[in-house]
């Protein structure tokens, strides 16, 4: 394997879309869902079990006015695309690490980000309601209950290139990813949780941000 500088980790809703598609969606077609979400936020609710309770609310059937729904709804934060080629150019593997559904990635990435390697929970529409198929389960000492779980993905990646990990992140799913992580980037509710568990971060607000610690200045440019 190509010898790299380090792996770049990038949660997605929220992340690299300005809103959390996954509360977006589950709210807009059930508001009575707000109250599982913020069970979550608050951590009074492990997030694989949430995650089941939110999509057990939408019928199968809808799966096409659900994709339409998140394809108007993202909206990339400023950066992303000069960010993910960079590190293509850059040969950097990068990997879009998300606890939302695959196929609500593929709605609004859809042939585009060829070079990001997509990792998400499997969606089932062969039921009446959306089921999960959770495919990347926790691992010691994670204590479980992630869904996906970020930190056996970052202890995976840092074991296959040898390289550090770069995480980016926003919110309580990324807890345990970020606090295995080399470096972390950390805004919203994720820095809040990495303050107090004091675990050292940098703040950002745009992709461009990012770019400026990891590589140098950005001037101007299409996001």
Not at 68 to 82: C, K, V
Not at 163 to 191: C, K, M, Y
Request: hydrophobic share 40%.
């Amino acid at each position: 394997m190509m010898s790299v500088p380090f792996v770049v980790v990038s949660d997605f809703d929220g992340t690299i879309t300005e809103r959390d598609l996954v509360v977006a969606l589950t709210t807009r077609f059930n508001p009575a869902n707000q109250t599982v979400v913020d069970q979550i936020n608050a951590r009074q609710l492990h997030l694989k079990e949430g995650l089941e309770i939110l999509f057990q609310t939408l019928p199968s059937a809808d799966r096409s006015t659900y994709e339409s729904f998140l394809r108007n709804e993202a909206i990339f934060r400023t950066g992303f695309h000069r960010f993910e080629r960079l590190l293509e150019d850059a040969r950097i593997p990068f990997y879009i690490v998300s606890n939302g559904l695959d196929f609500m990635l593929n709605a609004v990435l859809g042939e585009n980000s060829p070079h990001a390697v997509r990792m998400a929970n499997q969606a089932r529409f062969d039921g009446e309601v959306i089921q999960i198929g959770w495919q990347y389960p926790c691992t010691p000492p994670c204590p479980g209950g992630c869904g996906l779980c970020k930190h056996a993905v970052v202890e995976e990646l840092r074991r296959r290139y040898q390289a550090p990990v770069v995480f980016i992140g926003d919110g309580v799913t990324d807890f345990n990813g970020a606090l295995h992580a080399d470096t972390v980037f950390a805004r919203s509710r994720l820095a809040d949780f990495l303050e107090q568990a004091g675990k050292p971060y940098i703040p950002f607000d745009s992709f461009d941000d990012i770019m400026t610690q990891l590589f140098v200045p950005v001037e101007g440019g299409a996001s």
